[in-house]
T-cell receptor, first 112, second 114 residues
């Protein structure tokens, strides 16, 4: 079983729709959860962090965490073509608070 | 403020040659991470440092790989000898332990070993 799992996609949504990206993780002791966006040929860019159960909103982005179900998601409202990228979920799994493990990413395509 | 700086941005070398990748973390950050990204394996942590001390090198694939951090503003990742399967994008990231564990990535070095 992979430690951090994501559907590789591609996930295609029309412009203006809500994109929902999901991630599951294996370690019940995980404390910190991140979403990174990576454009093709670029480096990962941190867009959201979440540390407690529930929702965290930042502009068009909402991160949702459910530790009981070991599930974290990212919602993108009013999706724009510029949101087309690969979204990486990262979780601290083991070996200390600073060490995070990345999922393989979900490719999002926003269709104009 | 400048972000994480990496050099070179691209490196093409022949099998058997030594390769040295360089990283300057964000000023004030006390953690530094080296990652490798490939299509097959995604983003993998190779090694990370805290206050210039290596904490976890369990991701370093072989003895051909070594990393150093002689001071708070500089780190190197060396591959000697290089092999074609080392071809990947290598990222350096840094974080400030006093503010959680959010990591900030450099632009990466695209390594091609022929």
């Amino acid at each position: 079983q992979k430690e951090v799992e994501q559907n590789s996609g591609p996930l295609s949504v029309p412009e203006g729709a809500i994109a929902s990206l999901n991630c599951t993780y294996s370690d019940r002791g995980s404390q910190s959860f991140f979403w990174y966006r990576q454009y093709s040929g670029k480096s990962p860019e941190l867009i959201m962090s979440i540390y407690s159960n529930g929702d965290k909103e930042d502009g068009r982005f909402t991160a949702q965490l459910n530790k009981a179900s070991q599930y974290v998601s990212l919602l993108i409202r009013d999706s724009q073509p510029s949101d087309s990228a690969t979204y990486l979920c990262a979780v601290n799994i083991e070996g200390g608070y600073q060490k995070v493990t990345f999922g393989t990413g979900t490719k999002l395509q926003v269709i104009p | 403020d400048a972000g994480v700086i990496q050099s070179p941005r691209h490196e093409v070398t022949e099998m058997g040659q030594e390769v040295t990748l360089r990283c300057k973390p964000i000023s004030g950050h006390d953690y530094l991470f080296w990652y490798r990204q490939t299509m097959m394996r995604g983003l993998e942590l190779l090694i990370y440092f805290n206050n210039n001390v290596p904490i976890d090198d369990s991701g370093m694939p072989e003895d051909r790989f070594s990393a150093k951090m002689p001071n708070a503003s500089f780190s190197t990742l060396k591959i000697q000898p290089s092999e074609p399967r080392d071809s990947a994008v290598y990222f350096c990231a840094s974080s400030f332990g006093g503010a959680g564990n959010e990591q900030f990535f450099g632009p990466g070095t695209r390594l091609t070993v022929l």
